[in-house]
């Protein structure tokens, strides 16, 4: 059982992209999602990324928040 606090820069590992703050920064501001894209079918991610994505929000798993957290940053 994974009992480790989840971050930002976590999530971005788990997803396989840079983690630096820096990097979880220039990721945001590189891409954004219109209001009607769900987080999991933008087209950034690969296949492997948006299955991560998907599962995590379907099973509500530990990494939701965060991916929850990142939706919202991806629409500001």
Known sequence: MDTSKHTMNTLFEQLGLPSSD??????????????SIQIADAPFWSVAQRHFIQESL???????ELIDILDAQLRH
């Open 22 to 35: 820096n990097q979880i920064e220039q990721f945001v501001s590189n891409h954004k999602l219109g209001d």
């Open 58 to 64: 379907a099973q509500d798993a530990d990494w939701s």
